[in-house]
Structures are given as C-alpha cells and as structure tokens.
Nanobody
C-alpha cells in the first residue's frame, strides 16, 4: 500500500519562504509524476505544480516564478520550495503521486498546513 507523508508546513510572514517535503512508501509501479495541490478554506482544491518522472515541471500561473518543484525519484520524494509567500498562498497543501503510464492511479498525502500572515 502506498503512503505519502508530508512535512514542512507552518506559519510564515508574507514575503517569507517555506519548503515542503513529501516521501512515498510502498510499491509504486511505473512512477509517472509527482506534485502538489492546495485547498484554501471555502475553496476547491487547486493544482499547484507537477514534476514528471523525466524532470519536466509545470506550475500554476499563481505560483510561477515564486515556487520551485523538485523530486528525487530514487527516494520517491517531491519537494516544493515556496518563496515570496503571499497571504493568498494560505492553504492545506497535498502532495500526490501518479502511478501508471496508460491507466493511472493517484495517491495522496494527508496534507500540511501553510499559513502566511500579512
């Protein structure tokens, strides 16, 4: 059974930085991609960033230029370096792993709270 454990959330002032980490345990067949979503209070979960197995990265427009996603496939870990944080970045951040190349399956972490004060 695949489990994802996140860490690194917390409280930071606007303009500050945080680094989120997520490590997957268990057997993952055909790792496809890893990434992050977030969900603010009263809002739907939104995609933040993805890194493919080949190292290609993509970002939501709202975080482009401020957040950097990276991964260590050998460690089954994904990271999110968040710089120049804004109050609107406040949310629970969830990491995910996409398994499979044709038929895919997503696994999710339990979430870590990021709070940015103004």
């Amino acid at each position: 059974q695949v489990q994802l454990v996140e860490s690194g959330g917390g409280l930071v002032q606007a303009g500050g930085s945080l680094r989120l980490s997520c490590t997957a345990s268990g057997t993952i067949f055909n790792l496809n991609a890893m990434g992050w979503y977030r969900q603010a209070p009263g809002k739907q979960r939104e995609w933040v960033a993805t890194v493919t197995r080949g190292g290609v990265t993509n970002y939501a427009d709202s975080v482009k230029g401020r957040f950097t996603i990276s991964s260590d496939n050998g460690k089954r870990s994904v990271y999110l370096q968040m710089d120049t944080l804004k109050p609107e970045d406040t949310a629970v951040y969830y990491c995910y792993v996409k398994q499979g190349l044709v038929t895919t399956r997503d696994y999710w972490g339990q979430g870590t709270q990021v709070t940015v004060s103004s």
